[in-house]
């Protein structure tokens, strides 16, 4: 079975660009979340996506977004980039209280 | 609120010795979940256990142990006769509730380091 997949791995911006980031999930679950990793605040929440909804969002400003779609793949956005969002941006399919994790896009923001 | 605390930043020791990784945690909830993940170089974390908070019970996976005491707000990992392989940044991480939305509260992370 494969595991979650998130595109692209790599990706560099310049400040005020915007970013699309992709992930899809483990055939058969249904939620996914987001999550940022980076040196200084560690790992933190950004929100998490079922059947299309969003249930939980984190406290990030609204530069922050994200959608799923009907497949269960989900999408977040960072637009008008900023230094301090570099960082490593991990997606996770959950299925029974468990959340998988993806290998994460690494973003750096010049 | 919800809290996890590593409080070992990094730990260095030689292969095949007996290591603990420790974790706290606060939360007002009665029913709520702990994780380990392991997240090696690659950056990928890779689930390690869960363990909800009715199951007091601890856990042996091979190498790995994990004891869990609701009284000490604690859930420790031992890793016995380390490995080189078993190098990598370990969180503990704690979620809230159950079948609903799910946020994952992670510790700052140890890094283990095990040497030949």
């Known amino acids: 079975k494969a595991g979650v997949t998130q595109t692209p791995r790599y990706l560099i911006k310049t400040r005020g660009q915007q970013v699309t980031l992709s992930c899809s999930p483990i055939?058969?679950?249904?939620?996914v979340s987001w999550y940022q990793q980076t040196p200084g605040q560690g790992l933190q929440f950004l929100f998490e996506?079922?059947?299309?909804?969003?249930?939980n969002k984190g406290n990030f400003p609204g530069r922050f977004s994200g959608r799923q779609f009907s497949n269960s793949r989900s999408e977040m956005n960072v637009s008008t980039l900023e230094l301090g969002d570099s960082a490593l941006y991990l997606c996770?399919?959950?299925?029974?209280?468990?959340?998988?994790f993806g290998p994460g896009t690494r973003l750096t923001v010049l | 609120a919800q809290k996890v605390t590593q409080a070992q930043t990094e730990i260095s020791v030689v292969e095949k010795e007996d290591v603990t990784l420790d974790c706290v945690y606060e939360?007002?909830?009665?029913?709520?979940?702990l994780f380990w993940y392991k997240q090696p170089p690659s950056g990928e974390l890779v689930f390690l256990i869960r363990?909800?908070?009715?199951?007091?019970q601890n856990e042996i996976s091979g190498r790995y142990s994990w004891n869990f005491q609701k009284s000490t707000s604690s859930f420790n990992f031992t890793i016995t006769a380390s490995q080189v392989v078993d190098s990598a940044v370990y969180f503990c991480a704690l979620s809230e509730g159950g079948q609903g939305a799910q946020k994952l509260v992670f510790g700052q992370g140890t890094r283990l380091t095990i040497n030949p």
């Open positions: 939360t007002r909830d009665t029913t709520y979940y």
């Open positions: 055939s058969g679950h249904r939620s």
């Open positions: 996770a399919s959950r299925k029974a209280d468990t959340q998988y």
């Open positions: 996506y079922f059947s299309e909804t969003q249930r």
């Open positions: 363990r909800n908070s009715f199951d007091e």
